[in-house]
Nanobody, 118 residues
């Protein structure tokens, strides 16, 4: 099992920045990928950004150029640096780790609220 704990959410004005953090504990091995998803009210959960164990990153079109996964993350943590935030970025953000053993195993954090509003 992998336990994930997120922090860093909150209220920010449009154009502002936030850094989300996710700390993992437990069976932290065979990590295939880690990243962040978000879910706005009435919408499906969607990928924000992900990084493979090899360091390759993938960003949603809606956040490209504004969001990064810092490459100095420790193996048991993944941060999300968000800049130039927009009201449409308002959502609950979830940390995600994927392990690969005989199958893909996905683990989720409890979520942290990000609200972008003036």
């Amino acid at each position: 099992q992998v336990q994930l704990v997120e922090s860093g959410g909150g209220l920010v004005q449009p154009g502002g920045s936030l850094r989300l953090s996710c700390a993992a504990s437990g069976s932290i091995f065979s990590i295939y990928a880690m990243g962040w998803y978000r879910q706005a009210p009435g919408k499906q959960r969607e990928l924000v950004a992900a990084m493979s164990s090899g360091g390759n990153t993938n960003y949603a079109d809606a956040v490209k150029g504004r969001v990064t996964i810092p490459r100095d993350n420790a193996k048991n943590a993944v941060d999300l640096q968000m800049n130039s935030l927009k009201p449409e970025d308002t959502a609950v953000y979830y940390c995600n780790f994927v392990r690969l053993e005989s199958d893909y195993l996905a683990y989720w954090g409890q979520g942290t609220q990000v609200t972008v509003s003036s």
